[in-house]
């Protein structure tokens, strides 16, 4: 089982910076893949960044304003948002799909979410 601990939301003013972290405990063997999903009011989840192995993927509407990127020991992911818009606004929830063992399953384990509110 995978815990994740997220911190960094908050209010904040149109055009200012953010960063958000997502800490990973637990049995985990291997990461496939990490990632931040963010949920506007009434709306469904949507990925917004992706990291896998080295490689990352952003959603067309944070591409050149947000950076996915982990530590060392690849238990913590962050998400850099700069140049914030008041449409960034919503719950950001972090991603982690781990395996247990080799040929294990691979599992998603998800962050309680975080509120971002941007103010134009």
């Known amino acids: 089982q995978v815990q994740l601990v997220e911190s960094g939301g908050g209010l904040v003013q149109a055009g200012r910076s953010l960063r958000l972290s997502c800490a990973a405990s637990g049995s985990i063997f291997s990461i496939d893949s990490m990632a931040w999903y963010r949920q506007a009011p009434g709306k469904q989840r949507n990925v917004v960044a992706v990291?896998?192995?080295?490689?990352?993927n952003y959603a067309d509407s944070v591409k050149g304003r947000f950076s996915i990127s982990t530590n060392n020991a690849k238990n913590t992911v962050y998400l850099q948002m700069n140049s914030l818009k008041p449409e960034d606004t919503g719950v950001y929830y972090c991603?982690?799909?781990?395996?247990?063992?080799?040929?294990?399953?691979?599992?998603?384990?998800w962050g309680q979410g975080t509120q971002v509110t941007v103010s134009s």
């Open positions: 990291l896998s192995g080295s490689q990352t």
């Open positions: 991603n982690f799909r781990t395996r247990q063992s080799l040929f294990g399953r691979a599992y998603d384990s």
